[in-house]
């Protein structure tokens, strides 16, 4: 007799009939959605990475032209542009500064802006390297 009584029982009999088909349709729109923002998280990264790849070429780049431009004993004013085979685009500009302080002395400051430029997806980005240098004033 207990028996029969376990099996009229409302929880055994739902228990028994598995998911409808509106469960289990729910269940895969909401598993849907967490997949599309688990693939958006992994390719946001990965452009992340991308574009810090760029970014870290260009500073090595712009590092070591710099210290190019800095070692050099006859540096003077002028402008340069230089192109690389990687699509990086570096103009140097060195101009004088300070002039009405350094008059007097055997000195002349140089101010060195290096920017450094390149496209990626159509769109132009750069950044500036700035530092000065004293040299001496040519007889």
């Not at 991308?50 to 002028?78: G, Q």
């Not at 430029?117 to 040519?138: A, G, H, Q, Y």
């Amino acid at each position: 007799m207990k028996h029969k009584e376990l099996k009229r029982c409302p929880v055994f009999t739902n228990a028994s009939r598995g998911f409808t088909l509106l469960e289990v349709l729910v269940a895969m729109v909401l598993l849907s959605i967490a997949l599309v923002a688990i693939f958006e998280l992994f390719s946001a990264g990965l452009r992340g990475i991308a574009r810090s790849d760029e970014v870290t070429n260009a500073v090595i780049l712009a590092e070591s032209k710099m210290r190019e431009v800095l070692d050099d004993d006859t540096l003077a004013e002028k402008t340069w542009t230089e192109s690389t085979e990687d699509g990086y685009q570096i103009v140097t500009v060195v101009r004088s500064t300070a002039d009405d302080r350094t008059e007097n002395l055997q000195i002349k400051l140089l101010e060195i802006n290096l920017t450094v430029s390149w496209i990626k997806d159509s769109k132009e980005r750069s950044f500036t390297l700035k530092t000065m240098k004293v040299v001496n004033k040519p007889v």
